[in-house]
């Protein structure tokens, strides 16, 4: 059956069937919670679905595949609802929401867990510390850990542990023919192999199973310099970044310090041993007088929400990311040039290493396109007018245009929004090498593409 986005008007005869079935809550236009339950992380996204189904198990969320597909109804996947372009909520459709499945348990003996879809990095992270073991979350404790791992996953761990997704070793997945579908290494592999990279686009995941590593306490913090120092700063930062241990990731950022005003910011953890740690750390201290040094040994939840703070839910954000291998004169300039007449003192530029076990492997280790691309480039608007939009969208786009010509290619998949607003070419180039493979196992797993409110990877044969 054809679907286009945001088409799709519901039969409310068909919407009462599946009540019968359903045994979470179904919220639709005109109840109590409707428009909490369509609100997303990012204030600028605005969409009305028809429905929104609050699955409570992988039952419900059969339920929902399968009237989606009988019926012809658009169809959205939420699990933490963090992702800027908005993808898991649609205009008019049926929104499967992940955000009331929560649950978790670690197995310390195997070092794994198992976690459902709804949950975020903090809960994630607080289970796990309990038994002093993690894996690599993202770097905001609020963003959910589904939309993040079938991504790819960057995080303070990754340097030493790999992506999100390299620590998967299994998946239940609710395909697009309603199958609950086990995906590991022995089952289903090749649809293994697209979920970690191929975002949303193989089916509804109900069950995430991670490797976990034994972590913390773990030296990290932020080193924030002036301004004005920009330029010395990040010709440092790609020395230094260029020949650090897996043990440590890092991330470089320019932002508006509370009391000292504008600033060039680099964030280390340290995930070895600590007294290693303060001699590879050594030379961040000694690069001149910070205006702030808040580098020390730290529970591992602390480092998971130090950068909270600069991002929180609500605001209205925009963000064009891209990822380089060197942070080149162009960049550099472009950089400076942009952040002397940001929009927003809560805009932001951030540089978030790559490197170490994230990098290894050939191109096609999992679907995640671009493993060898040293960091992620993100210019990052924020702001709370919506009369002020275009001007703080043009900052951020502006300063993204200008350092493409010295990217390595390619946009990272969960910065990039539906293929309406990216076009098909973009998108395709976020899986980069991997894409044609990817094509092929969505027309295996999904060839009507039902599930297509996401970075689309449109079936091929
Ligand atoms: C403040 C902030 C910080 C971030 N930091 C990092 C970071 O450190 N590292 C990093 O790698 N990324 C980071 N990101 C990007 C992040 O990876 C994406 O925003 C990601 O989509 C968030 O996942 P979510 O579940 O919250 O998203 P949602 O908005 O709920 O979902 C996004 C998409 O994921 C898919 N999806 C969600 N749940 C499921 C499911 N159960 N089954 C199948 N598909 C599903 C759908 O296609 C959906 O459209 C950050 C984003 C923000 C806004």
């Not at 369509?38 to 929902?64: E, F, S, T």
């Not at 949950?119 to 002093?132: C, Y």
């Not at 700063?233 to 009391?259: G, I, K, N």
């Not at 925009?318 to 004169?329: H, W």
Request: charge should be negative.
């Amino acid at each position: 059956m054809a679907r286009t986005v945001g088409s799709s008007t519901l039969d409310p005869a068909q919407v009462k069937r599946l009540a019968e079935v359903h045994r979470g809550e179904l919220i639709t236009p005109g109840d109590a919670g409707y428009d909490e339950a369509r609100n997303l992380y990012n204030a600028m996204i605005d969409r009305r679905p028809g429905l929104i189904a609050r699955c409570a198990g992988a039952a419900d969320v059969i339920a929902v595949v399968g009237f989606a597909r009988e019926q012809g109804w658009d169809l959205a996947v939420r699990g933490g609802g963090h992702n800027l372009p908005g993808t898991s909520v649609c205009d008019g459709g049926v929104v499967i929401d992940c955000s009331a499945l929560r649950s978790i348990r670690v197995d310390p003996e195997a070092r794994s867990a198992r976690a459902e879809p709804g949950l975020r990095w903090l809960d994630f992270d607080a289970e796990t510390q309990a038994f002093g073991l993690a894996t690599t979350g993202g770097t905001f404790s609020d963003t959910g850990i589904s939309g993040l791992t079938l991504g790819g996953g960057m995080g303070w761990l990754g340097g030493h542990y790999g992506l999100a997704s390299d620590n998967l070793v299994a998946a239940d997945v609710v395909s697009a023919d309603g199958r609950l579908l086990r995906a590991s290494a022995d089952e289903h592999p090749d649809l293994f192999w697209a979920l970690r990279g191929g975002g949303g686009n193989f089916g509804v995941v109900t069950s995430f199973e991670y490797r976990l590593h034994p972590v913390g306490p773990v030296l990290g913090g932020l080193v924030a310099h002036p301004f004005e120092r920009a330029r010395e700063v990040l010709r440092f930062y790609q020395e230094f970044s260029s020949a650090m241990p897996d043990e440590l990731s890092t991330a470089c950022s320019f932002l508006t310090h509370p009391e000292a005003g504008p600033a060039v910011g680099m964030a280390a953890v340290w995930s070895g041993p600590v007294d290693q740690g303060e001699k590879v750390l050594k030379p961040l201290h000694d690069f001149g007088p910070p205006v702030e040094d808040t580098i020390a040994v730290v529970p591992y939840r602390a480092v998971q929400t130090m950068l909270d703070p600069l991002c929180p839910p609500g605001l209205r954000y925009y963000a064009k990311g891209l990822y380089v291998d060197d942070l080149t004169d162009v960049l550099i300039d472009a950089t400076i040039e942009h952040f002397a007449r940001v929009t927003s003192p809560r805009s932001l530029v951030i540089i978030q290493y790559k490197g170490g076990q994230m990098g290894r492997g050939p191109a096609d280790r999992t679907a995640f396109g671009h493993r060898d691309a040293r960091h992620l480039f993100v210019a990052w608007s924020a702001w709370e007018d919506p009369r002020e939009d275009d001007r703080h969208v043009a900052w951020a786009r502006g300063l993204a245009e200008a350092v493409e010509p010295v990217g390595a290619g390619g946009e990272y998949v969960n910065d990039l929004g539906l293929e309406t607003e990216e076009g098909h070419a973009r998108i395709r180039a976020g899986f980069g090498a991997n894409y044609d493979r990817l094509a092929k196992l969505k027309a295996k797993y999904d060839p009507d593409n039902l599930f297509h409110h996401n970075q689309n990877i449109r079936p091929e044969p």
